[in-house]
């Protein structure tokens, strides 16, 4: 695929040229985000990074608690028992909801509710996962780091980690 930038200037790197006007198409950034791994996402465990809990506390809906958020690898079923991480809690699926409407079936990289069968305190950065497919816990990560600030990165300097919708000092 071609497309026209200007290192100099960033053009079509990240944002569209406003100096190339006559080219409609993705960005750089936009095109390696598109470009397919050799891997299907729905054939990898299923994780479900969880963005917001949804409590309407309306006449129609009273006990109604979902768990929204784009699952991230992987597929969910009505009936699949997860685990809730970090606290290990563990429930089955009860419902998904997708653009307000029941299916048995998600899968990366839609955005769904999902609904558990039992009212667990979950909240906005925690992770569903499949109760039989765990990933290891732990306090210690290896990482390539690519580093776009204009000061030099410092050796042991605390900086902010975001995993998902989770952001923590590390």
């Known amino acids: 695929t071609a497309i026209p930038i ?10 569209p040229s406003a100096a190339m006007d006559w080219y409609g198409g993705p960005t750089v950034l936009e095109h390696l985000e598109s470009v397919p791994t050799g891997r299907e996402s729905a ?9 917001v809990v949804i409590r309407p506390r309306t006449p129609e809906h009273p006990d109604y608690r ?3 958020g784009q699952i991230a690898t992987g597929t969910f079923r009505v009936g699949d028992e997860v685990k809730v991480l970090p606290s290990g809690i563990g429930s089955r ?14 899968s990366a990289p839609q955005s769904v509710t999902l609904l558990l069968e039992d009212d667990i ?4 950065g925690d992770l569903i996962v499949p109760a039989h497919d765990v990933p290891a816990l732990g306090r210690n990560i290896e990482a390539t780091v690519c580093h776009l600030a204009d000061t ?4 042991g300097r605390r900086v902010l980690l975001k ?3 989770r952001t923590v000092k590390a």
């Open 93 to 106: 699926i009860s419902g998904i909801d997708l653009l307000g409407v029941g299916v048995d079936v998600a």
């Open 43 to 51: 054939a990898r465990h299923a994780r479900l990074p969880v963005q």
């Open 6 to 15: 200007s290192a100099l200037a960033g053009d079509n790197v990240v944002e």
């Open 163 to 165: 995993h998902t919708t």
């Open 66 to 68: 979902g768990y929204a």
């Open 152 to 155: 030099p990165l410092t050796a």
């Open 121 to 124: 305190d979950i909240s906005r």
